[in-house]
């Protein structure tokens, strides 16, 4: 057993069994939607536990890939775990989301004469690979397959597809590599063994009513969709992606809470003025901007940059950010008691503690967090007992003492009863059980439904005591929030297809106030 980091190696030293002589007779990877690519929109880069897992599978004749969130983001990531365990030759990702499509008409439907001949080529494909055969096959559809001739598939072949479709839609469901390659446990199938799981319970909370609080961020919209990025138009001139990037990252900043907004700005002002004097070689991210993101920020420089033309950029900006800071700052000196979100969240909390239940809360941002926590002891006085977990770490406080630990110091203290809250960032949405909780509020949602799934994970599992867990979500309808939202339930659709069914992460309020379709 070797930890996934330790193997995996760096892309300068290579994995851990670059070397080996001496290898096993099966590799299992757990949380194995690490062996995922990056896509970019100039390349797709193989991830570090991805090329162990394609080196070793060259030497190694069995593997098992270990992952309750095989999507992350786009349905090509199941692919790039279905390559590394084996595909047919011909099976590459066009011909994966070509299948997606084709599995999305229904069995009493339709296809076009084209969409039935690339069923029964990825179908003829997936049989012969797999030895596929007998019961597994519905024998129409096994009678066209073998009724076409090597080559291309002709009229007469792809008429009768079209004409069976209910027979070579079930065959195509059975033999698709996804099916082949995957066992996957749902909540379904372990609750017709006996398992229990808790049900869920949606509430919303529009967090847009304070006037002053709207203004502001009003303000903030003006300059992010106005001024921001003036200097990467100069660093970066033509590169939209760049651009894009920085105002989604600004804007999720802006609806998680003032606190977070008020950081990046502060942040962004530090580094124009470094800019003024000389070039600066770290941008103004934290690592959680970069997460579950569709673009990443450039990196370097590919012309020679106008200096005056930078200076005068970074003077426009500076200009914008100062107002806009003084606008936060007058809204109250410490921004969090002003903040709806934070306000919002800690009656939330409130609420549950006085019902006796336990609870989450969870943001993106660990500035956010900081916020939720500095308002929390504030309000209820510094001995209050409370943890925290992000990606510094845990912290537990108790009658005003604080001890730093890991995973475990949060979760036994929760089960013990020693705390009744704990504030996360998106750190703890892996591997923590934290079902001594019932309660989740989330006060900003990731990009990822998967991720938000692993969010209410913590309390919506196995172990949980209570016959139902609450989920409340809080949000400005009218921000860039509904484009998450509607771009989390997309994705969700588009993983129920690759993968079947998917729990419910939003409720009926949300889903209704947003549009289903893909935003632009």
Not at 279 to 291: G, I
Request: charged residues 25%; contains cysteine.
């Amino acid at each position: 057993s070797v930890s996934r980091d330790l193997a995996r190696g760096t892309r300068r030293t290579g994995h851990a069994f670059a070397e080996a002589e001496l290898l096993p007779e099966m590799l299992i990877i757990d949380e194995a939607h690490a062996v995922r690519k990056r896509r970019t929109a100039t390349e797709i880069r193989t991830s570090l536990v991805g090329r162990l897992a394609t080196d070793l599978l060259a030497r190694v004749p069995h593997a098992l890939l270990l992952t309750a969130t095989p999507l992350q983001v786009d349905a090509s990531e199941l692919f790039d775990a279905l390559e590394i365990l084996g595909v047919p030759s011909d099976f590459d990702e066009a011909s994966y989301l070509d299948s997606l499509g084709l599995l999305s008409i229904p069995p009493d439907g339709t296809p076009e004469l084209s969409q039935a001949a690339e069923a029964v080529r990825i179908l003829s494909a997936s049989v012969e690979t797999y030895g596929l055969h007998g019961p597994a096959i519905p024998a129409e559809a096994a009678g066209i397959i073998s009724d076409r001739t090597s080559g291309q598939i002709g009229f007469k072949t792809a008429r009768e597809a079209q004409r069976s479709w209910g027979s070579v839609h079930e065959a195509l469901l059975r033999s698709h590599p996804a099916a082949t390659l995957c066992v996957r446990n749902t909540r379904g199938t372990l609750s017709q063994l006996g398992y229990k799981f808790p049900e869920r319970e949606f509430t919303e909370v529009d967090c847009s009513g304070d006037q002053q609080v709207a203004t502001v961020l009003a303000r903030v919209d003006e300059y992010l969709t106005g001024n921001l990025g003036v200097v990467e138009s100069v660093l970066y001139p033509g590169r939209q992606s760049a651009l894009g990037f920085v105002r989604s990252v600004y804007r999720q900043r802006a609806a998680s809470s003032l606190t977070a907004i008020q950081a990046s700005l502060q942040r962004r002002l530090g580094r124009l003025r470094d800019m003024q004097t000389g070039f600066p070689t770290v941008d103004d991210f934290v690592e959680e901007d970069l997460l579950d993101e569709d673009s990443t920020p450039s990196n370097g420089l590919l012309h020679a940059v106008d200096e005056a033309e930078l200076r005068r950029a970074c003077g426009i900006e500076i200009a914008d950010i100062e107002v806009l800071l003084s606008l936060l700052g007058q809204l109250d000196p410490v921004v969090n008691q002003a903040d709806p979100k934070i306000r919002g969240a800690l009656q939330v909390l409130n609420r549950f503690r006085e019902r006796g239940e336990r609870a989450l809360l969870f943001s993106r941002y660990t500035d956010t967090v900081r916020a939720l926590v500095n308002r929390y002891r504030e309000d209820a006085g510094p001995r209050v007992n409370y943890a925290v977990y992000t990606g510094d770490g845990g912290l537990l406080s108790v009658g005003g003492e604080e001890t730093r630990g890991g995973k475990e110091l949060v979760t036994e203290a929760l089960k013990a009863g020693k705390i009744d809250v704990v504030f996360c960032s998106d750190a703890a949405s892996e591997g923590l059980n934290l079902q001594a909780a019932s309660g989740l509020i989330n006060v900003d949602v990731p990009w990822n439904p998967a991720r938000l799934e692993q969010r209410i994970g913590r309390i919506a599992r196995l172990g949980q005591v209570a016959d139902s867990v609450r989920i409340v979500n809080l949000w400005y309808p009218r921000s860039v929030e509904a484009k998450i939202y509607a771009r989390v339930l997309h994705r969700k659709d588009v993983m129920e297809l690759a993968l079947g069914s998917f729990p419910e992460i939003v409720g009926t309020a949300i889903r209704n106030a947003v549009s289903r379709k893909e935003p632009d």
